[in-house]
């Protein structure tokens, strides 16, 4: 068994060429073969949010606080909770970040493949983020 202990456990700031806002990732991992599993905690202040991206074998992710957006492109906006999973099927180009009003932290997880797990596209722009809900 391993315990990877909060105490040390590294955060670091979302790189700003793959988030918009104040994003900020803790406990990043990765396991090693045969498992292809990788994650992290992530949490985003009012306003932040992911550049558009994919998953090569999709990502769950379990929100553990706030109030967040979710899209995939071409597809509504969605709103999401604490205790809300999303499931991303495989190669699907989507966002997901808090809403401009409350923090939202979610754990990510994904499977990478030829050690790829995600790939980064554009920023998603402040006319596609305040777009209306899908659940409206």
């Known amino acids: 068994m391993e315990i990877t202990r909060k105490a040390d456990q590294q955060s670091t700031q979302g790189p700003s060429e793959y988030f918009t806002g104040e994003a900020t990732i803790t ?6 073969d045969p498992s292809r599993l990788t994650g992290a905690i992530v949490r985003f202040e009012p306003g932040a949010r992911t550049a558009w991206h994919s998953h090569p074998l999709g990502q769950t992710l379990i929100v553990t606080e706030g109030v967040g957006w979710t899209q995939v492109d071409g597809g509504p906006k969605y709103e999401f ?3 809300d999973i999303m499931w ?3 190669d699907r180009k ?4 808090a809403t401009p009003h409350e923090a939202m932290t979610h754990i990510a997880l994904q499977e990478a ?8 596209m554009e920023h998603v722009t402040d006319e ?9």
Do not use: K
């Open 27 to 32: 406990g990043m991992f990765s396991r090693e």
């Open 81 to 83: 909770e604490a205790g």
């Open 88 to 90: 991303c099927p495989p």
């Open 94 to 97: 989507h966002w997901h970040g």
């Open 113 to 120: 493949l030829d050690g790829e797990n995600v790939t980064w």
């Open 128 to 136: 596609e983020y305040l777009a209306e809900t899908g659940d409206d």
